[in-house]
Nanobody
Framework: QLQVVESGGGLVQPGGSLRLSCVASGVTLDDYAICWFYQAPGKERREGVS????????YYTDSVKDRFTISRDNAKNSVYLQMNSLKPEDSGIYYC???????????????????WGQGTQVTVSS
């Protein structure tokens, strides 16, 4: 059974950086697409932030393009989200999710994933 665990969240000032990690156990991630989702404070809906396919193609939502970078290290069974130039509106809980798909052409919706981590809190505030 695939399990994923996020880490790396914290409190950072506007303009700062954080690197989130998503580490998998139970199975290897080689065949899985991984996406990061974000849940704003007080909201129930999780919004897609960035995805990386099994063959390394990356996708970003418009609000994070040129600021966030997703990457994967299959040898470490891990996916990372480098977050630069953080803004207060980036604050929230960040989740990673994993699943296998025949094709991925963009940032996916949360309804398409069966495997989720517990989330990591990101707070951007001065």
């Amino acid at each position: 059974q695939l399990q994923v665990v996020e880490s790396g969240g914290g409190l950072v000032q506007p303009g700062g950086s954080l690197r989130l990690s998503c580490v998998a156990s139970g199975v290897t991630l080689d065949d899985y697409a991984i996406c990061w989702f974000y849940q704003a404070p007080g909201k129930e809906r999780r919004e897609g932030v960035s995805c990386i396919t099994s063959d390394g193609r990356t996708y970003y939502t418009d609000s994070v393009k040129d600021r966030f970078t997703i990457s994967r290290d299959n040898a470490k069974n891990s996916v990372y989200l480098q977050m630069n130039s953080l803004k207060p509106e980036d604050s929230g809980i960040y989740y990673c999710a994993a699943d296998r798909f025949d094709e991925v052409y963009g940032v996916l919706t949360p309804y398409e994933f069966d495997y989720w981590g517990q989330g990591t809190q990101v707070t951007v505030s001065s």
